[in-house]
């Protein structure tokens, strides 16, 4: 069976809004990140990502705060998509929508969630099985609000928000 033929015509993730319910900065690493111990849910809203098949791997942006989206590897959806495609292998001809109503700086982890929705969104589509622990390794590399990000519920987060509980 061909798999594109088994691919479906879209896939949507949501990126929910992320808030800090505590957050404690418990030290400063040399690496520049700080060690953090925070309690963190998420919200009923956010933005939204849709996978769709495209010629070539393209962003596109609407929403109300579209206009402070980049379109180049500094949007973590862009860095999402192409180390998604680096580590399972495959292609990277794909169209990310992204609908941006969280504005840039909100503090609410918008674009964090944007880059997990990314990684859900074409692990779905390309159904390459990854599990949210994959994911979230895969996430941390990019920036450390990603991994909680990828879980996307009600989570105490240590570490540089890796620590995952």
Do not use: W
């Not at 069976?1 to 808030?19: C, G, H, N, W, Y």
């Not at 404690?24 to 700080?34: F, P």
């Amino acid at each position: 069976m061909d798999e594109d033929l088994d691919r479906p015509v879209a896939v949507t993730q949501s990126a929910p809004a992320k808030i800090n319910l505590t957050l404690h900065v418990t030290g400063r690493r040399a690496d520049g990140y700080h060690d953090l111990d925070t309690l963190a849910v998420f919200a009923g809203c956010g933005e939204r990502v849709v996978v769709e098949e495209a010629d070539d791997l393209l962003l596109q942006a609407e929403g109300p705060f579209s206009a402070s989206v980049p379109h180049d590897e500094t949007n973590l959806v862009i860095a999402a998509a192409r180390l998604f495609f680096l580590t399972a292998g495959i292609g990277s001809k794909i169209l990310l929508s992204l609908n941006k109503t969280i504005p840039a700086g909100a503090g609410l982890g918008g674009g964090s969630a944007d880059a997990a929705a990314t990684f859900r969104a074409l692990n779905q589509y390309f159904k390459t099985g990854f599990d949210d622990q994959t994911l979230a390794e895969l996430g941390g590399t990019l920036g450390a609000d990603i991994p909680m990000c990828v879980y996307g519920k009600a989570l105490r987060a240590r570490g540089i928000g890796d620590l995952i509980e």
